[in-house]
């Protein structure tokens, strides 16, 4: 078998765990397994580099950011690679650019567009286990890009799909994936699997196990996931294409995020081209827009708002001050302490009232509802962050999911 294994940076934040690592990578070997791993950057490097970058300069090129982020994950390849080597293993070390990864022009948000696998392929058939740095490609001018944060994940699934491979694990300080955040809600429950849909929509609502281009990748290619914990043997969550059977379970999970931020804007005029004009904008920024809201029309004006991460409010308030000339809008305000909790479940298309249940759970827990949006299998609102404790615990009681499996 080709497996392809990816490690967080909590699985390699000390010499101790990069030892564990290494004796668990070359058990996989010594099953007689081919063996390509990946990994992030120690512990908490990034944030640390990061920190130590806004030491320097408020205004970095996207450029150099990636050439400084990208050596977190070098340190953590060269020193498994070492640990590997001294347990009697066959193993090289390589960089996104080593084995061809190559993405768009997108600095700190870069895109894979091909990989080739041809390095990879001549180091595996030499017997060697690969190990290669998460997080990071190159583009057309072979500079150093990277993917985004958490983007390692996404770096396991393309080499996995490069390389047709048996399996992909995901290696991480948490058993697999849970109903609700374990650390919010006690009794939460391991889910054995989910399908890519369910998986995509908890990863973009907030669970923070898995990078969600990971998993968009895998869906689209058909890849098996297996997310489990580094520090134990017990078998984690699977995330697969689920048979489309008529699903008992109407809700798999709460997610929440607080990287989320609200922008309003009053009496915008309402004609043709104006949602055009403002999202336009907004994505010509690179703004990912979450919640959409446009209130319905009186005076010929309408009140639309709009949700973003708060990482991008400084960068999405100076284009609406930009463009509110133009379009004319009255004013607008912004909120950053707002929170997203969402339900998630394939069940639920077949379920009518699931988010009747949902409100019902945040009224008796006295959680005001902001924004709500729902699509075919999930239902979200925005609260206020500080209720969002409260709100997850009470939706997890409602749908019992304690008792999931
Ligand atoms: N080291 C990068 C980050 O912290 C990538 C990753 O961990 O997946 O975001
Ligand atoms: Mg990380």
């Known amino acids: 078998m080709l497996i392809v294994q990816k490690f967080g940076g909590s699985s390699v934040a000390d010499p101790e765990r990069i030892k564990r690592v290494a004796r668990r990578v070359v058990e996989g070997r010594k099953a007689g397994n081919d063996m390509v791993v990946t990994v992030s950057a120690m512990g908490d490097t990034t944030d640390d580099l990061i920190a130590l970058m806004k030491k320097i300069t408020d205004n970095p090129t996207g450029r150099e950011i990636d050439m400084l982020l990208s050596t977190g994950e070098q340190v953590s390849i060269s020193l498994l690679s070492m640990a590997i080597k001294d347990l009697g293993c066959d193993v090289v070390s390589l960089t996104g650019g080593q084995v061809g990864i190559k993405t768009n022009e997108v600095h700190t948000k870069a895109k894979i567009v091909d990989i080739d696998s041809k390095r990879m392929r001549d180091e595996l058939d030499r017997g060697r286990i690969l190990v290669v740095a998460g997080f990071q490609g190159v583009n057309e001018n072979k500079d150093i890009t990277t993917l985004g944060r958490g983007g390692s994940d996404t770096t396991a699934v393309a080499l996995a799909v490069a390389l047709k491979a048996d399996m992909c694990e995901i290696y991480t300080d948490v058993d697999g994936i849970y109903t609700a955040d374990p ?79 609200k922008i309003g804007l009053f009496d915008v005029p309402d004609k043709p081209g104006i949602a055009y004009r403002i999202f336009n904008a907004l994505a010509q920024k690179n703004i990912d827009v979450d919640m959409i809201i446009q209130s319905s029309m009186r005076n010929n004006l309408n009140d639309i708002s709009f949700t973003i991460t708060r990482d991008d409010l400084r960068k999405a308030l100076t284009v609406v001050e930009e463009i509110q000339p133009e379009i004319g809008f009255a004013g607008y305000t912004h909120d950053e302490d707002v929170a997203k909790v969402s339900i998630v479940g394939a069940g639920m298309v077949s379920h009518p009232g699931v988010a009747a249940m949902m409100f019902e759970a945040l009224a008796e827990a006295g959680v005001n509802i902001d924004m709500i949006t729902t699509s075919e299998i999930k239902v979200s609102c925005v609260v206020d962050d500080k209720d969002v404790e409260k709100a997850v615990k009470s939706i997890h009681n409602k749908f019992k999911l304690n008792e999931i499996n």
Do not use: C, W
Not at 186 to 214: F, N, T
Not at 219 to 241: A, C, D, Q
């Open 183 to 261: 650390r919010l809600v006690k009794d939460a429950s391991k889910l054995k699997e989910v399908s890519y849909d369910e998986m995509l929509e908890l990863a973009s609502l907030g669970a923070q196990v898995l990078h969600p281009r990971s998993v968009e990748l895998a869906k689209l290619y058909k890849v098996t996931m297996h997310v489990r914990s580094s520090f134990n043997n017990k078998p984690g969550t699977i995330v697969k294409e689920v048979g489309k059977m008529e699903k008992e379970v109407m809700v798999s999970g709460v997610a929440h995020d607080y990287n989320v931020a």
